[in-house]
């Protein structure tokens, strides 16, 4: 894909063009380790105390800013904010629930309400994932960003957004969010989510997805949590965008469909969504798919042991202390 500019120079016009950027499945992989990280409780993480969640984000330049959790919620959430600055990014990252079962029925169950925070014509979501954005991290996020984007040091950083599951979801509206505050039209913004509902419609979407300089929706085989809410369908199993029901649930582009225990992949339609020969072609859902994603159990991944060949000298539980220019 090329994007082109026409420069006007003094005497001539350039025609500058662009590639945009391809997949790029070693970042995917960064931002999968990091939505792992964010399921380990805040006072943890900061404390470096998420075992392989810890030594495998720490390899990857990850360092902590802020965080933040729906406190006291029986089913807790987290949402933290880092920075990595080899690469220019300041990460936004949300944690789903632990229990997927449980989560699911509240994903199928969720009931369709208005998209009222930004003005956006017949916008409609699934109030059970923007209740949580909106009455828990918005206010925190929206704040801390704007605090880093104040600072000449992060004015060419990219603003990454990123989860698995619910947190796929959050990081939707926390992106759409930003943008359409006008947070992010000096820096780039991009959104990769692993296993992520449908956040909400189509008219939901056409509000900032084309402001997205790169959104990438991971999907592992048999995932089922990409299928719910589930679509409406045509006749031939494609999802509408249209019709006499309440919401018609829709997934934005570019899906990245993944096979064989992730070892195989295709980048489907840049312009459609729902991409029949991606996850979609798939009836059997899974829910051991939604939980492993490059074979790392992305929910429960800060309890395992810390990975030996970072150090062979280090026990599970030792205090990792590492540093950040
Ligand atoms: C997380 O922190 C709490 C409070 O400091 C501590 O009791 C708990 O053992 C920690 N858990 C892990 C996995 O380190
Ligand atoms: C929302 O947008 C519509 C159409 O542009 C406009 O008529 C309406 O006054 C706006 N409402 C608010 C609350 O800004
Ligand atoms: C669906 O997948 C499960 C395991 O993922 C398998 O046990 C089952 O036989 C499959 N069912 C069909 C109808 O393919
Ligand atoms: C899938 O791949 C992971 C490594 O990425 C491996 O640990 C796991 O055993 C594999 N599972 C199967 C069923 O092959």
């Known amino acids: 894909m090329y994007n082109c500019k026409a420069i006007k120079a003094i005497f001539v016009v350039l025609l500058v063009c662009f590639v945009t950027a391809e997949y790029n499945e070693e970042r995917a992989q960064d931002y999968m380790y990091v ?9 943890n993480l900061t404390a ?3 075992g392989a969640a810890t030594i495998s984000t720490n390899k990857r330049g990850f360092v902590y800013l802020y965080s ?29 629930t632990i229990t997927t079962k449980q989560l699911i029925n509240e994903f199928a169950n969720s009931l369709p309400v208005a998209y009222d925070i930004h003005n956006v014509t017949d916008a409609l979501v699934f109030e059970y994932f923007y209740k949580h954005y909106s009455e828990t991290f918005r206010q925190g996020m929206l704040g801390d960003l704007q605090t880093i984007l104040n600072k000449f040091r992060y004015r060419n950083y990219k603003i990454i957004f990123t989860g698995h599951s619910l947190g796929g979801a959050l990081a939707m509206h926390a992106i759409a969010d930003a943008i359409q505050e006008g947070l992010l039209v000096n820096n780039k913004a991009e959104l990769w989510t692993f296993g992520q509902p449908r956040v909400g419609n189509q008219e939901f979407l056409d509000a900032f997805v084309s402001e997205i300089d790169q959104y990438y929706r991971v999907v592992n085989n048999k995932d089922i949590v990409a299928h719910v809410p589930p679509c409406i369908t045509d006749l031939k199993g494609g999802c509408l965008k249209k019709g006499l029901f309440p919401i018609f649930p ?12 992730m070892t195989d992949h295709v980048v489907c339609s840049h312009e459609e969504g729902e991409d029949q020969e991606c996850s979609r072609k798939l009836n059997n859902i899974s829910v051991d798919d939604h939980k492993f994603y490059w074979g790392v159990e992305i929910g429960n991944y800060f309890t395992y042991e810390e990975e030996i060949e970072v150090n062979e000298n280090r026990k599970a539980g030792d205090v990792i202390e590492f540093t950040s220019e």
């Open 35 to 43: 939505s792992a990280l964010v399921y380990c409780p805040p006072v």
């Open 48 to 50: 470096n105390q998420c």
């Open 68 to 96: 933040y959790d729906n406190q006291n919620s029986k089913n807790p959430i987290y949402m933290s904010i880092f920075e990595r600055n080899e690469e220019k990014e300041i990460v936004v990252a949300f944690s789903g």
């Open 250 to 261: 829709y997934h934005a582009p570019t899906e990245v469909f993944y096979t064989n225990n």
